[in-house]
């Protein structure tokens, strides 16, 4: 079965961007605003039966609590 349309795949190149961060934006949990840089970023709650809640923080709340976005995370 033969596929007639032209269909071109397309001609992006992969190298034009190492990190692709998709500009959404979301709640930020800790200046308690929306951000266009938030992030999702996973705490680790000992002690509690949920054990991850997960937040979004913005850029200059990672910076000022050390948080680490779930997609930087190993
Ligand atoms: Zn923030």
Same mark, same amino acid.
């Given at each position: 079965?033969?596929?007639?349309?032209?269909?071109?795949?397309?001609?992006?190149s992969?190298?034009? +961007?190492?990190?692709? %961060?998709p =500009?959404?934006? /979301?709640?930020?949990?800790?200046?308690?605003?929306?951000?266009?840089?938030a992030?999702?970023?996973?705490?680790?709650?000992?002690? +509690?039966?949920?054990? %991850?809640? =997960?937040?979004? /923080?913005?850029?200059?709340?990672?910076?000022?609590?050390?948080?680490?976005?779930?997609?930087?995370?190993?």
């Open positions: 079965m033969a596929e007639t349309t032209q269909t071109s795949p397309p001609t992006e992969p190298t034009a +961007s190492a990190q692709l %961060v =500009r959404s934006w /979301a709640y930020c949990a800790w200046h308690k605003g929306m951000s266009d840089t992030r999702l970023v996973q705490i680790e709650d000992a002690g +509690s039966n949920v054990g %991850v809640r =997960r937040l979004f /923080a913005c850029e200059s709340c990672r910076d000022v609590h050390h948080l680490v976005p779930v997609a930087d995370q190993p």
